[in-house]
């Protein structure tokens, strides 16, 4: 079949030649088979998954951090009011601390008088010494009974 | 105002009409500029989604053929910025001629050579012939169809056909396509 021979092509521009059944089979192997839908976007507007809920700790509650936090804070304080109460100077004329009954500019904090029952025959006698802003001295006397 | 769910629901059904009517077409146009048909389809795709987009904006379109056929031109015009961008001068390889490992029958060989050697001939055409070809091969249009779709008289079509399918034939001769399978 020679191709370049111009077939007689009608006013609707349709021949039936070689050539045109060819071109018209090769165009529709070109064209998509099924002929491909359009997908109309979604009218609703985007809903944002809901945030996930988070799960309970499964953590002792001592052992959440805020415990442990609120813990720190009051023994911190408590430790605080201790060594307040402890540096508090006696008051009291009978205290047996004082020198000579006098005042004395030292502040004398608590005595301790600790007994160790293993050892009957000894005594001691601990307290803490602070003179002014002068870092605390810490006096420990150990004596036999008489 | 927001649109009623019967309101959506018909304008859905129109624009589906109207994907139906004139995607053919938009592709045929997009395929005459790119003889590829994927990349034809992502161009029609892509204009009928930029004319919903119109559609929910509420702008009016007086000739949505007229409006679709533009906006594919631009479209393909685009993509072929975008090829040279990636490829330089060198245009898009296409997968038509890649073939399977399985044994085909030899009548179903010798077409594909044929048709690899049309599209390789088409290719060499310049773009207003591939356009006239494609609508009146691969949409099976009149004189009259298509010179209402590309807004010249059809005394012209058919002109512009006669010497696109003799430069067509011509080049197949030369490349030694004289047999159809």
Known sequence: ???????????????????????????????????PQFK???????????EPVPLPSRRPWFRSPRFVLAASVALLIAGYAAMSAALTPPTSAND????????????????????????????FRGWLEQDGNKPTTIHIEMYRKK | MKPSPRAAGSRHAD????????????????????MNADTAMDITQEAFLRLWKQWEAGEPITNPRAWLLRVARNLAEDYAKSA??????????????????????????????TFAQIRDVLGQLPEPDREILTLRYALDYTTNDIA??????????????????????????????????
């Open chain 2, 84 to 113: 040279f961008r990636r490829n330089g001068t060198s245009p898009p390889q296409t997968m038509n001629d890649v073939r399977g490992d399985d044994p085909q029958p030899v009548e179903a060989l010798e077409r594909e050579e």
């Open chain 2, 148 to 181: 209402e779709m590309l807004a010249i008289n059809a005394t012209a079509v058919h002109m512009r056909l006669s010497r696109a399918r003799q430069r067509l034939a011509e080049r197949l001769k030369a490349q030694g396509v004289g047999q159809l399978p």
């Open chain 1, 40 to 50: 109309v976007p979604d009218d609703r507007p985007a809903v944002r998954p809901a």
């Open chain 1, 1 to 35: 079949m020679n191709f370049v021979t111009r077939p007689p092509i009608d006013a609707n521009g349709h021949a039936g030649d070689e050539l045109d059944e060819t071109l018209s089979a090769f165009f529709r192997s070109e064209m998509p088979r099924p002929w």
């Open chain 1, 96 to 123: 047996p601390t004082l020198n000579g009954g006098g005042a004395s500019p030292r502040g004398i904090l608590r005595e301790m008088h600790p007994k160790d029952p293993a050892e009957d025959d000894l005594d």
């Open chain 2, 15 to 34: 624009f589906e009409a109207l994907y139906q009517r004139y995607s053919r077409e938009v592709w045929a146009l997009a395929y005459a500029r790119w």
